[in-house]
Structure formats: C-alpha cells, structure tokens
C-alpha cells in the first residue's frame, strides 16, 4: 500500500481510539488528525495531531481549511460520533418520544457526519484510493426492522443512510477516488452499549480492538466502484 494520512473524526470514540493506535503502528500511515470535542489528557501517540471542534459548521469549516495542505493525501477517513442514549434511554413505545431527544439525537447521528462529508469534498479530490467510513448500525436498515422501538437512534442511523447514499453519487462525479462505507460494527463494548450489554452473548459482544482491526481491513479490501456500501464488521452486506 502506498502512504497515506488518515482523518479520525469522533476520536474520543473508543474503536476510534484502537483504530488510531493500528495507524500509529502501520508504516504506510504518515499521520493522523483526530478530531475531538475535547484534548485527551496526555499525548503519547508520535503520529497523531489532535484537532478540537465543538461540531459547528464554522468550526468543521477552520477545520477543513487547516487539513487543505493535505488533500489528496488523507485517504482514510473515520466518522465515528454517535449517540444512543444521553439524560434518557433510547424510546421503547411512542409515549416516550420527546422532540428533545430526537433532535439530540438526529444532531449528532445524522447532521454532524453529513457537515463533514460536505465540507471534505475538495480534499477528498484526489489520485489516492479513499475510503470514508461513517458510522452506521444494523438498526438504520430500513428493510431489517422486526422489532420497532429505539426511534430516534434507528431513524437519525436510517437517514444517515440515505445522506451517505445521496452524497456518494456526487462524490462519483466530484470525487472519483472515493468509497462510502455505511458501518455497522456489531455490539461492541464501550460507553454506548454499557446499559445493553447484560443481553448480550459473550462471543456477540466485541472488543474495540477487534473492530478496529475489522474495519481497516475491510477499508483496505473494498471494491473501489463509486458506489457506497452498508457494511457490518464480518464484512457482510446489509440490505438498506
Ligand atoms: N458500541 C456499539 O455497540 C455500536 C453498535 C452499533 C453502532 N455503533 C456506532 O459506532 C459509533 C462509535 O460509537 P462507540 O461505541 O465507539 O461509542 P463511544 O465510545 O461512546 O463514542 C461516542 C462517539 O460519539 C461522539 N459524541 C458523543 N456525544 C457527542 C455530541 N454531543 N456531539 C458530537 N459527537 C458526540 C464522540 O465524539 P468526540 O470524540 O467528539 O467526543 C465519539 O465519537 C457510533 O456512531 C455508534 O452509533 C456502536
């Protein structure tokens, strides 16, 4: 593989975290940018340079501006942010469903990721085979939904679907060199599955390594077609 710099937005994430750790250790990788709302305490990482940024459009923008020396040059891009619960639990009937949750929700899931694919498009325009994963879940598929419930995080993953979607057809005209990778990593133990895990299966229930590690694989094995792919973490398609 030839050199690359790799974009980790949402770094604070936990399989963000294993993903900057395999890029600190692979030689092909130059540099990464992790992007965060907050500095972590120490830096030990050699290659990554911490970016701070409250999500805002302006702020996404400055960011964008101080990568241009890099386009096309940054070929992997991780959108990790997401939210599934905050002050309250994700809706399990329609009594539950408050406008405030849902705009929480669908800010952080949904309209944060799409700022950055807007914004990334010029430094994106390059020679350079790109991969750009964004975070999804299964629970966003609209065909594979038995079991209802969890409304706003299933509607904010389903739209953020269709953004993905509806962007890798411009980028197939503006940016030719990049793919679109819907993710869903499976149940993966960190913060956002805390309060889900006591059903979880212990074989079901995945380190942030072991994703980590799936998904740049997968990021380095994908058909380069223009077209975006929803994913899961053994690399199997899932239908929209
Ligand atoms: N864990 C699972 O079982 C599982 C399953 C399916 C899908 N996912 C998806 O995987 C992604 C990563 O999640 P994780 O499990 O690694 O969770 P995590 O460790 O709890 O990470 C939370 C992520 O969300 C961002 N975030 C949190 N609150 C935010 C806010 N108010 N505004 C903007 N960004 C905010 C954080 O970014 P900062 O660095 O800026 O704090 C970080 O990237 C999420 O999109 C999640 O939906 C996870």
Known sequence: MSSF??????????????????????KDCLGVFAVSRSLPNSETATKTQW???????????QICKSLSAYSGKISKVLICNGILHNSMMPERKLEEIRASQLEAIFHTNTII??????????ILQGEQATQVALFSARIGSISDNKTGGW???????????MLIQTSSVEYARRAKNV?????????????LSKPFQRSVPKDKLFTADFVATQLLYIMGSVTMDNKAAYL????QPIEW
């Open 151 to 161: 409304y706003s995080y299933r509607a904010s993953k389903a739209a953020l679907n």
């Open 113 to 122: 990721p799409m700022l950055w694919l807007s914004q990334l498009l010029p």
């Open 51 to 61: 970016l701070e940024s409250d999500y805002s459009e302006d702020s996404i923008q």
């Open 232 to 235: 899961d973490w053994n690399n």
């Open 179 to 191: 793919k679109f990778i819907a993710f869903h990593p499976g149940t993966t133990d960190t913060p």
């Open 5 to 26: 710099y790799a974009l980790v937005i949402g770094a604070s994430s936990a399989i963000a975290q294993a993903a900057i750790q395999q890029f600190e250790a692979d």
